[in-house]
């Protein structure tokens, strides 16, 4: 538990910036040598500020830093034993003050806002990494994530327990996440050079951890080097489409079709049932509430047999609508119906 700590103004030319940032770590592996404050500065504007994901959330956050003449809420910071300050949260803020000095932008920028804690354990100051940025208000991308709690796993040999208490996520979601980070490290990342590694396309190996999908892959003779140049390649976007793999390889037609063109073209070729008119006609309240009365009545022995083969068109289907019914919950502001 991470308790106590100090309300400082900390001179900025004590903080040692963060060089593990799990978020900026991908861009700073580029540099050979330890790198800069200022190549530090440059990797978070390209990550994402405080409170986003992309390089205008960076401008907007330095731009109301500028705007408020400071920061709201305060950095935290780790006093080590040898009394030298290690930032844990809040490192672009830190590095904007530094930026702000470097250039000499009007205001007072010598010191910052900041909660102390002396000789923090790497226990502490991964709970406050976990806690602010998997399931706080300023998250990093899901790329980032995985790559921090593979970090946890592998290095500092947490147990999945620990890991779930640290972040208040599902055990089950942070597997798929840290096994969805080796596959792209070991299969994708071979196949393009650093400038061309795209993390945005982590969802589509999180997909892959999606029960049946791996199985389908391997016994229609293909591997996941494969899966990952049909990733490379956009065979499969959107990437929900990585869900429908099984049904698009089990299908000889759909197969070839797919591996000449995509993953949206190879289901075209799927034989689809054709629907009621009765179901055509209704409108989408009523659909909703039939679905969720089929649902809650579906015998037990349809519930296993689903969970046995969830490669099943029924499986599939499910997991088609699923994914429209979280899309539009999501654009709608409402995914607590979607995400349980």
Sequence with gaps: MVIGGSLEHVPVDEIELDRTNPRIRKFLE????????????????????????????????RNSILTNGGIIHPVILNRRTDGSLICIEGNTRVALYKNFIEEKVAGNWAKIYALVHDQMSDNQADAIRLQVHLVGTRAWDPYSKAKYLHQLRTQALLPFSQIVDFCGGRLKEVQESINAYTDMEKYYRPLVDDGNFETDRFSSFVELQKPGVKESIAKSGFTLTDFSSWVHERKLHPQQYVRQLQRILAHPKAREIFIKKDAKRAMEALDRPGLDKALVDANIEQLAQALSRAIYSLPWTEAERLRKDPGSDLAQNLGEAFTALSGLLNATGDSGGANG
């Design 30 to 61: 580029m540099y050979p040598d330890t790198p800069t404050a200022e190549q530090i500065y440059f990797a978070l504007g390209v990550a994402g500020g405080d409170e986003g994901e992309s390089s205008t959330s960076f401008e907007k956050l």
